[in-house]
């Protein structure tokens, strides 16, 4: 078989990708119809195809590439760790300084005494850690009939088995026969889909209220956790009303109910602070690390544990681990990241400048006739297509309908958009610059633009009834 490289015509690739290669949350036949796009490098905020657009990465690859693209130091440290310890485990009473520094550094970075992590190649595979680490964790306090787990509709929490339990989406679950047992699910504070006569306060309010009456009718001796994301993101980056999080915080406290908070888009920095949490002002007892903790350089991911729970749990053999927990070259990659943005003031830099210019003109979105809602925090960012820009309209179209044509509009715009459902989702490298926040803008109004002469001409802008 002939190298399969670069410079093999885009045409080509395609059609070995789609004769060979399956593709995550995609229908297989449409893509092979129409043919993959395929990156082949990128440099800050810009990816660049096969046939050589530059595209403007509105979405940091899934949420991750916090730092952008094309680091050197990143690339220096994988290749010295490679050379020095390519890979050992952290099975069987063994350790090693990448896996010792990284744990430590986050330690040093986690909010309150969230000191202890557990370590796990992505998001998913943490998350799966968490359904273990607080079922036994209640099993070793003497109280084993708390084994429920409370998590959200419309939450993502991955796509592993455990994972796509916690999480609501309802497509996700259809296949596979799921949720697992004993996981339940409460509705999203979503006030623009759902808030109905409500004040979005009085909403997110009821939505937090709707776990302490699971909570009551399930009894909370049978109750583990709660889990939810600081700020939704693959359900559309949902910002939670300023009432949700202290409601849930004040219940999770009163009946004695874990919160994991899963962090893995709103850590590092996304939200304007190194946590989501920070951001929420919550205190969890376990945060769910990835993405961003690497910027997607390498796969890692984590649990980030307090002392109390930690402490339960070191009483016995927790007889669960990756072969890759604590990868050294991951954890190096992770470590040198978590300096890079240190040191560079990635977390100044959207608190101060991207984030404040990034809301100015992202804002200023809601004067196009396309937009109802236009939500940012940080730098993730959402805005609600809608037929009349009336709270809680739909279209009449099949939901997605319409995002699908902005996204696509994007893309022949040179700008990666993301759409959920009638919703356009951002989520930038941090490190973006302003004149590279304006670039962004102007290609998302032109698809806007786009887009809403397009859905005229179909005659898709009419509301549903
Ligand atoms: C992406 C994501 C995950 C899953 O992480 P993977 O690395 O894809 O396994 C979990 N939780 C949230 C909030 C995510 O956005």
């Known amino acids: 078989m002939p190298a399969i490289t670069n410079h093999l015509p885009?045409?080509?690739l395609q059609a070995l990708d789609a004769a060979h290669h399956m593709h995550p949350f995609t229908t297989g036949a449409d893509l092979a119809a129409k043919g993959a796009r395929v990156i082949t490098r990128a440099k800050g905020v810009y990816l660049t195809d096969s046939e050589g657009h530059e595209i403007l990465d509105g979405m940091a690859g899934l949420w991750c590439v916090n730092i952008g693209y094309g680091r050197e130091e990143l690339a220096e440290v994988a290749a010295r760790q490679i050379r020095e310890l390519p890979y050992y485990n952290t099975f069987f009473?063994?350790?090693?300084?990448?896996a010792i520094a990284l744990a430590a550094k986050i330690a040093e970075l986690a909010p309150g005494d969230l000191n202890h992590v557990f370590f796990a190649s992505g998001g998913s595979d943490a998350n799966d850690t968490n359904i273990r680490m607080v079922r036994t964790y209640w099993d070793v306090k003497g109280k084993p009939g708390k084994k429920i787990i409370i998590g959200r509709k419309n939450g993502y929490h991955g796509s592993t088995v455990g994972a796509t339990s916690l999480g609501g989406m309802s497509a996700m679950h259809a296949q596979g026969g799921l949720p697992i047992p004993d996981i339940h699910h409460i509705n999203e504070p979503n006030w623009w889909a759902a808030g109905g006569?409500?004040?979005?306060e009085d909403f997110g309010l009821a939505c937090a209220q709707e776990l302490e009456q699971a909570i009551l009718e399930f009894g909370e001796d049978r109750v583990a956790a709660f889990i939810a994301e600081p700020v939704q993101g693959a359900g559309g980056v949902i910002i939670p009303p300023e009432t949700y999080w202290p409601e849930i915080q004040r219940i999770c406290d009163k009946y004695e109910i874990l919160l994991i908070a899963d962090e893995v888009i709103c850590g590092f920095g996304r939200t304007g602070n190194w946590f989501g949490s920070q951001t929420m002002g919550i205190r969890p007892d376990?945060?769910?690390?990835?993405k961003g903790l690497s910027s997607g350089y390498q796969p890692i991911g984590g649990s980030v544990?307090?002392?109390?729970v930690a402490a339960v749990l070191d009483s016995v053999e927790f007889n669960h681990g990756y072969t890759y927990s604590g990868h050294p070259v991951a954890a190096a990659v992770a470590l040198e990241n978590l300096r890079i943005m240190e040191e560079e003031g990635v977390v100044e830099h959207v608190q101060t400048v991207a984030g404040p210019y990034l809301a100015e003109k992202w804002h200023a979105l809601a004067d196009h006739p396309l937009v109802g809602e236009t939500k940012l925090i940080g730098m993730m960012g959402s805005l609600a297509l809608s037929p009349n820009k009336e709270p809680h309209a739909t279209f009449a179209a099949e939901a997605g309908t319409i995002g699908y044509i902005c996204r696509e509009r994007c893309f022949a715009n040179n700008l990666v958009m993301r759409h959920v459902g009638d919703r356009m989702i951002i989520s930038p490298p941090l490190v973006i610059a302003p004149e590279e926040i304006d670039i962004l803008i102007e290609r998302a109004r032109k698809a806007l633009d786009?887009?809403?002469a397009r859905a005229k001409d179909e005659g898709l802008l009419q509301a549903a009834s």
Do not use: F, L, R
């Open 10 to 12: 885009t045409a080509e």
């Open 93 to 98: 009473q063994t350790t090693h300084v990448p």
């Open 197 to 200: 006569e409500t004040s979005p």
């Open 286 to 290: 376990i945060m769910t690390i990835a």
């Open 305 to 308: 544990v307090s002392d109390e």
């Open 450 to 452: 786009e887009t809403y």
